[in-house]
Nanobody, 126 residues
Framework: QVMLVESGGGSVQAGGSLRLSCEYS????????MGWFRQVPGKEREGVAA???????NYVDSVKGRFTISKDNAKNTLYLQMNSLKPEDTAMYYC????????????????????WGQGTQVTVSS
């Protein structure tokens, strides 16, 4: 059974940094297409970044140049380095995995992913 467990969230001031981690168990991380999503109450879950088995990455425009997604297959861990954080980055952040083939902006859709973590809260104050 695949399990994903996020950690690394917290409260920071605008301009600060956080690194989220997602530990993956039950299968081999390298097989999967991995994504980070975020959600605020009352809004739909938003795809933030994704990485495929060949380490090709995708980012939503609002985080390009500030966030970096990466993974360590040996440690079965996915990361999201978040720099220059803004108050609008405040959300619950989730990692997710999928086995399908991504075409275009499919990575942004939460329906593409089969497994999800429980989330970690990120709060950025101004």
């Amino acid at each position: 059974q695949v399990m994903l467990v996020e950690s690394g969230g917290g409260s920071v001031q605008a301009g600060g940094s956080l690194r989220l981690s997602c530990e993956y168990s039950g299968d081999t991380l390298s097989r999967y297409y991995m994504g980070w999503f975020r959600q605020v109450p009352g809004k739909e879950r938003e795809g933030v970044a994704a990485i495929d088995s060949d380490d090709a990455t995708n980012y939503v425009d609002s985080v390009k140049g500030r966030f970096t997604i990466s993974k360590d297959n040996a440690k079965n861990t996915l990361y999201l380095q978040m720099n220059s954080l803004k108050p609008e980055d405040t959300a619950m952040y989730y990692c997710a995995s999928g086995l399908g083939v991504v075409i275009g902006d499919m990575w942004k859709s939460d329906r593409f992913y089969e497994s999800w973590g429980q989330g970690t809260q990120v709060t950025v104050s101004s």
